[in-house]
């Protein structure tokens, strides 16, 4: 028995562990499927990382190290190469351990684990089924962790800022991407940004995508929509994450369609009370500091719950995702007065308009913005009308 198990040692993850020792809980555990702590970070080998967390700018690897070294100062149980298999109703977990399969009971249980790119099979790409075809998060754990090129002219798909982070681990280890394909008419990105591939001179193709990969073995060349060929050996996947919440799914637990990462309230809490989830789990996706800090600050929520002092999960209120909303976390608000915290939105195309959160009574919050797909949009709680009596918010842009 521990008093809270937290599933993944990313920044997310490990933050949690230092607030919840720090605020004297006595047994935290971290349950990492990998054979160190650090997560994402481990293999992403160049900054910015840490800046906020540790005072200095830090590489991937640097930050992950330094991440892993605080949670064993500060007496974290951790169980490495521990993945977990299974959530039971009230904290009971199953977990496959290097010596067998085992079970272990918390009070609370912290999911947070993380987000991944959508695979090929995901993005629907036709064609052969050679090797060579790899996202980012493989591309740099063979370069950084295994010191292995798996390709050296691949073409590139998505502008994404991990797109830049792909193209800069290619030309750190001298492989030269041949193009970059993006279905939208301009870089995902932001100005300038969105400049990088060509300022390396590679051609990118907008408003295109990979109709059919061509190869025997290994990836000799792409077909595009629009019937163009590329010569290329490999085929780099950016981008297009999701979270990584098979366990959530496989579970009891409520998991939200839009956001695909579980359902919770302002607190992180799931719909089972012994279950909360911080990190990238919780929305596709943030930066390493942002997961840090929400770790940190659900961490606190539950500290604050093993001692009695949150507010019962109960009578909740929905937020549901209306035009032009792709998704909002939390999904639900327990219904406290004032209320705290923050919206977290994101759009499905570009849009500009009024973006509102009403309820059946009446607009409790608009204002005007203008963004695109995979920019952070907040919506501060504490500037929002109190909801009153409503059971359901709408969250909308009107154009
Ligand atoms: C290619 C790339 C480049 C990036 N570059 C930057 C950057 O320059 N700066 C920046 O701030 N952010 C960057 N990010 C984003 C950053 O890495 C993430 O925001 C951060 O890692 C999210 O932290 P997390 O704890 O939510 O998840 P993760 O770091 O993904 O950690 C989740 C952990 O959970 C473990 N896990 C999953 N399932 C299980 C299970 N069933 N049992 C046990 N363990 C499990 C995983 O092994 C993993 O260690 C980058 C991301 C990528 C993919």
Redesign the pocket.
């Known amino acids: 028995m521990v008093d809270v198990a937290i599933?993944?040692?990313?920044?997310?993850?490990?933050a949690a562990a230092l607030t919840l020792k720090a605020r004297g809980v006595p047994r935290v555990a971290i349950?990492?499927?990998?054979g160190v702590?650090?997560?994402?970070?481990?293999?992403?080998g160049?900054?910015?990382?840490g800046v906020r967390e540790f005072g200095r700018l830090l590489t991937?690897p640097g930050y992950a190290h330094r991440l892993a070294a605080a949670a064993e100062a500060a007496g974290v149980e951790i169980l490495l190469r521990?993945?977990?298999?299974a959530l039971k109703p009230g904290g009971g977990l199953e977990?496959a351990t290097p010596e067998g399969r085992t079970t272990l009971q918390a009070l609370r249980v912290l999911l947070?684990?993380?987000?991944?790119?959508a695979p090929r099979s995901a993005r629907l790409v036709g064609g052969d089924r050679p090797l060579g075809v790899l996202n980012?998060?493989a591309l740099?754990a063979y370069v950084h962790l295994q010191g292995l090129a798996p390709f050296t002219h691949p073409v590139v798909v998505g502008t994404e800022?991990?797109g830049l982070?792909?193209l800069a681990?290619c030309r750190s280890h001298g492989i030269r991407p041949v193009a970059v394909v993006e279905a939208g008419s301009r870089a995902v990105a932001r100005w300038p940004l969105g400049l990088f591939p060509r300022l390396l001179g590679i051609p990118v193709h907008y408003n295109s995508g990979i109709e059919e990969i061509i190869g025997h073995g290994r990836v000799e060349a792409v077909r595009l929509r629009d019937g163009r060929e590329i010569a290329c050996d490999g085929v780099l996947l950016?981008g297009r994450?999701l979270p990584?919440a098979?366990?959530a799914r496989l579970s009891h637990l409520a998991v939200d369609a839009r956001s695909g990462g579980p359902a919770v309230d302002q607190y992180g809490r799931c719909s089972d009370d012994a279950y909360f989830a911080?990190?990238?789990?919780l929305r596709p996706?943030?930066?390493?500091?942002?997961?840090?800090r929400?770790?940190a600050a659900i961490a606190a929520y539950i500290a604050d719950d093993l001692m009695g002092g949150l507010p019962a999960a109960g009578e909740e209120i929905a937020l549901v995702a209306g035009d032009g909303v792709k998704f909002v976390v939390p999904q639900l608000l327990s219904r406290v007065a004032p209320l705290r915290g923050k919206l977290q939105l994101r759009v499905e195309r570009p849009i500009s308009g009024q973006l509102r959160v009403s309820s059946e009574e009446g607009v409790l919050y608009k204002r005007r913005i203008s963004t695109r797909p995979e920019r952070r949009i907040l919506v501060d709680l504490g500037e929002m009308k109190p909801p009153g009596e409503a059971k359901r918010l709408l969250v909308e842009i009107v154009s």
Do not use: Y
């Not at 349950?31 to 990998?34: D, M, P, S, V």
């Open positions: 599933i993944g040692g990313g920044p997310a993850g490990i349950l990492e499927r990998e702590l650090g997560g994402v970070p481990r293999h992403c160049h900054p910015p990382f991937g521990h993945s977990v298999t977990v947070a684990t993380g987000a991944r790119e980012t998060g740099q800022l991990v982070s792909a681990t950016t994450f990584e098979s366990l911080a990190g990238n789990l996706i943030e930066t390493a500091g942002w997961s840090f929400e770790g």
